[in-house]
Each structure stands twice: as C-alpha cells, then as structure tokens.
C-alpha cells in the first residue's frame, strides 16, 4: 500500500510539472518553479517522467499479481467450502439412513409390543429439511459451514436420542421375552396337568356316556307271515315272509337318564344295502362323527330306567323279501350300540 501512495504521489508531481510546461509555451513566460524556488531543468524532468512510467508500470504489475492472487485464493477457498460441504453432506446422509431405519424399527416393535411408544420426532423433521435447505444453497464463506456443521450436530444429537431409545426398548423386550419364556414353561407344566384331568375327565364322560346307552338285549329278528285270522306266524323263509319282525328288550340302567328316548335300527339286506322308504318312516340320522345316516325304522319310548321289551317290524311290501344274510344295527344318540345278523332262505 506504500508503494502506491508513493507512485501516485510522483503521478501528482509529474502532471503538475506537465502543467507548468504548458503554460509556459503558452505564454512564453518562464514558469514559477513549484518547489519553494527550486527550479526543475528539462533533464530533471524527463528524469521523473521516465520514473513515473516505470513506477506505474509496476504498480499495473504489483495490482494484476494482486488482483491474481485474490482470485487464486478465493478460487481455493470456494474449492475447500465445496469439499468440506460435500463431506459434510456424505456424514448427513449416513446418520440419516441411521435415523430412518432406528425409527422403523422402533415402529415396527411398537406394533408388536404394547406399552413401547415414539417419542414424536417433530422436532428433527423440522430440523432436516432446514438442512436440507442449506445443502441446496452454495457455501459463501466458513461461518455458512460453522451453522451447517452446528445444525448437523443439533440432528446427530436429537437422532442419538432416537438411538438410545431403541436401545431401551429392546432391552425392554429381552426382559419381556425372558419373563414370558418363564411362565411360558410355568404354563406349560400347568397346562400338561390341566390336560391330563381334562383327559380324564373326557374319558370319565365317554365312560358314563357309554353306561347310559341302552344296549339292545336278547335281540331276535324272523321273517312273519300274517294268517287269514290275523294272527302272524314266523318264518325263515324268505318267499313266505311277508314282514319282518325284529324284537329285542331295552335293559334296565340306573346310569341313564329317565325320559324319552329313540333308537334308530338299519336293516341291511343281503347286497349290503339299507332297507329304507321314507313313507314308511325311514329317514337319516347323524352320528357321533358327524354323518348323515339313513335309518330303516326308529323306537320313541318312554324310559323309566326298566327293562322294557320292543317289536319292530318292516313290510315288504309288493316286493318279495331277497334269500341271504340280513344285519339289524341299532343306534342311539349317535352310537352304534348293537348289531344283528339273521338270515332268510
């Protein structure tokens, strides 16, 4: 800065001489010398007017390195900010990842864990998008990057916190899970005894179940031929049966349950097929496991816990009864209770 006030102070000197020359040949007068008296010969002059272009000229050196050296350095340090901003972008997007996969799956454990709640992430939702405005804009100087890198603290800090809640919360499962695991095998061992009565207990009922079906007795099936008087007289054969008559007697069972009761029989003919026409008063039946069965006649009786003797007998019809093998079966809610075979010739 000395330099140049010096050159243009000889800058000032030499136009000053300039000025007096001028006027000198303009008047023809002889120029009052500027300098207290001290008069400036032509070779003086010419002298400082050499050193005046000289000086200017490094002046114009001096200020173009200058000038070059500013650009350089600026040129630099816009390359350093745009570095340190890129870098400084890379270290947001890690913790943002980080961000977003912690908040996941603190989400997805608040799904599937009661009690486990997110703390409201507003606040560094606001702060990201002021960051991701600043990442937009160009870096203008170091106190831009100072708040950058500031804000950029402020969200590792509040995204930390998101961090350690995660962490909390899975400590908090662990111990969930390990509690749960021990009731779990507390549990177990009470349920295997719950099972093991329950077993009974549904063993116990089939046992009881099964004492208070009425088991038909002293069943006896035979083919009836009905005599001109009325009266009927049995037959094995089968061209002369015109019904078929199937007795057996219901026991005596304090087990059961007194009121009204029916057993459904199925007859089967020799080809295996049920003997059944529903205006006859066939029909079905549903068993213990569920099927519909076809029944050829039913018993509906009043059970007084006595033995009780019952007659059911099946037309032929105007069909003729077939020679072979017959099966009575008897039914009674559901359970096959008892079957028998008799045979016509």
């Not at 270290?91 to 943002?96: A, G, L, S």
């Not at 007289?233 to 069972?253: G, I």
């Not at 018993?299 to 003797?309: G, I, M, P, R, S």
Request: hydrophobic content about 35%; proline content about 2%.
């Amino acid at each position: 800065m000395k330099i140049v006030l010096a050159l243009l102070k000889l800058y000032l000197i030499n136009k000053n001489i300039k000025k007096t020359q001028m006027s000198t040949e303009t008047t023809g007068t002889k120029p009052t010398p500027p300098n207290k008296g001290i008069e400036i010969k032509g070779d003086e002059a010419k002298g400082n007017k050499k050193s005046f272009y000289i000086g200017l000229i490094l002046l114009l050196i001096l200020l173009n390195g200058f000038f070059g050296w500013q650009h350089y350095k600026s040129s630099k340090e816009a390359e350093q900010l745009t570095a340190e901003k890129a870098q400084l972008k890379k270290e947001f997007d890690v913790m943002d990842a980080e961000f977003k996969s912690n908040l996941l799956e603190l989400d997805s454990l608040s799904s599937a864990y009661d009690g486990l709640k997110i703390a409201s992430s507003d606040e560094i939702e606001s702060l990201k998008k002021e960051i991701e405005g600043l990442m937009k804009k160009s870096a203008k100087s170091k106190n831009d990057l100072r708040y950058l890198r500031k804000q950029l603290q402020k969200y590792k800090d509040e995204s930390g916190k998101v961090s350690e809640e995660l962490k909390a919360a899975k400590e908090r499962i662990a111990e969930l899970e390990f509690a749960n695991d021990s009731l779990s095998t507390d549990l177990t061992v009470t349920l295997e005894e719950k099972n093991r009565l329950l077993d009974e207990r549904i063993m116990l009922d089939q046992k009881i179940q099964l004492g208070s079906l009425l088991r038909p007795e002293s069943v006896n099936a035979t083919g009836v031929r009905i005599k001109g008087n009325g009266s009927e007289s049995t037959t094995t054969k089968a061209k002369k049966s015109q019904k078929l008559k199937v007795c057996f007697t219901v026991p005596e069972n304090d087990v059961a349950d007194a009121g009204n009761k029916t057993i459904f029989m199925r007859l089967l003919n020799p080809g295996g097929s049920t003997i059944a026409v529903e205006s006859q008063g066939s029909g079905v039946f549903t068993t213990k496991d569920g099927e519909q069965m076809q029944y050829t006649m039913k018993a509906d009786f009043e059970y007084n816990n006595q033995a009780q003797k019952k007659c059911l007998y099946w037309s032929a019809g105007t069909t003729q009864f077939s020679s072979g093998e017959y099966t009575a079966m008897f039914y009674q809610d559901g359970k096959l209770m008892k079957q028998h075979v008799f045979v016509l010739n």
